[in-house]
Nanobody, 123 residues
Framework: VQLQASGGGLVQAGGSLRLSCAVS????????MGWFRQAPGKEREFVAV????????WYADSVKGRFTVSRSNDKDTVWLQMNSLKPADTAVYYC?????????????????WGQGTLVTVSS
């Protein structure tokens, strides 16, 4: 499975961006699609996830109410709508996929990763 993330850029605080992640190789496997981010000098952290099964999405506390994760009907594209952006949201954002029933929040459980897209929020 290859993931292609896009949509990053430079935005002012309070603005919005929409990130996309497309699965380039269709498979018959079910996979949870997550978003992670890594700010300069910090560890990569969980942002949001859209599980394969069910409609409930999960978010990090730091982005709840501002970010929304969605997924296409064929489940091969996932988006991260980011509103009310803050300078603290500046990071490289990665989409990732996993195929087992392990925790949705642990980065190490995700097997497939996109290349990352940079989001810079200016104050």
């Amino acid at each position: 499975v290859q993931l292609q993330a896009s949509g990053g850029g430079l935005v002012q605080a309070g603005g919005s961006l929409r990130l996309s992640c497309a699965v380039s190789e269709r498979t018959n496997r079910a996979y949870d699609m997550g978003w992670f981010r890594q700010a300069p000098g910090k560890e990569r952290e969980f942002v949001a996830v859209f599980p394969w099964r069910g409609d409930r999405k999960w978010y990090a506390d730091s982005v709840k109410g501002r970010f929304t994760v969605s997924r296409s009907n064929d489940k091969d594209t996932v988006w991260l709508q980011m509103n009310s952006l803050k300078p603290a949201d500046t990071a490289v954002y990665y989409c990732a996929a996993k195929t087992d029933a392990s925790s949705l929040y642990q980065m190490g459980n995700y097997v497939y990763w996109g290349q990352g897209t940079l989001v810079t929020v200016s104050s």
